[in-house]
């Protein structure tokens, strides 16, 4: 099992490009999540699926779109890309029986310049 | 408001001694209160979970006790090794299966 995995692992952008953030998971699970890292920040939620085909918003959702169109796959998607979003964006997915317990992928780092 | 805090100031112990890392909470009342630990570059790995109803649990060396009349969890490593270095995060259960973290406390044990 490969767990979870996350593409790109780094990418450089310009303000105003967009791209997207691909996460799969070999797991079956239902649950996954996107979570940014910023220094002294912790990680913070962006977006969350609790099931295919369902999205909902976290913490810090503003400037990002997710989409859930298969149970392993989640997609985050910067549309416009600002300095702001540079940060280290780390994928999760969970059981439905587990108590929240998250399986974390290697993460991808974005550069916005 | 909603606060997770752990202290930012990075740990530094000696190979042996026990390392005792604090998370504090403030205006939550998490069923569960789990433990991450991250290494530079790599995402975060589970390594413990606590109920609310429970007192302390146990794995290894490890030990995290949870105190919800404090709104207090506490981490120790017993007999650290310096590959017990690394940042431990806290998160709690905020009732949607999704978790709030901690910013993470950095572990540094001296050889």
């Known amino acids: 099992n490969a767990g979870v995995t996350q593409t790109p692992k780094f990418r450089v952008l310009k303000t105003g490009q967009s791209m997207t953030l691909l996460c799969a998971q070999d797991?079956?699970?239902?649950?996954m999540y996107w979570y940014r890292q910023d220094p002294g920040m912790g990680l913070r939620l962006i977006h969350y699926?609790?099931?295919?085909?369902?999205?909902a918003k976290g913490e810090v959702p503003d400037g990002y779109n997710v989409s859930r169109l298969k149970k392993q796959n989640f997609l985050l998607g910067l549309e416009s890309a600002a300095p702001s979003q540079t940060s280290v964006y780390f994928c999760?997915?969970?059981?439905?029986?587990?108590?929240?317990?998250?399986?974390f992928g290697p993460g991808t780092r974005l550069l916005v310049l | 408001s909603q606060k997770i805090e752990q202290n930012s100031e990075a740990l530094n112990i000696q190979e042996g001694k026990t390392a005792t890392l604090t998370c504090n909470y403030t205006n939550y009342s998490p069923a569960y209160l789990q433990w991450y630990r991250q290494d530079p570059g790599r995402g975060p790995v589970f390594l413990l979970l606590i109920r609310e109803n429970e007192k302390e649990k146990r794995k290894e060396r490890l030990k995290v006790t949870f105190d919800t009349t404090l709104k207090q969890s506490l981490f120790h490593i017993t007999a650290s090794q310096p590959a017990d270095s690394a940042t431990y995060l806290c998160?709690?259960?905020?009732?949607?299966?999704?978790?709030?973290f901690g910013s993470g406390t950095r572990l540094q044990v001296q050889p």
């Open positions: 998160a709690l259960d905020t009732g949607r299966r999704a978790l709030t």
């Open positions: 999760a997915s969970s059981y439905v029986q587990d108590e929240g317990t998250q399986y």
């Open positions: 699926s609790v099931g295919e085909g369902t999205t």
């Open positions: 797991m079956n699970h239902e649950y």
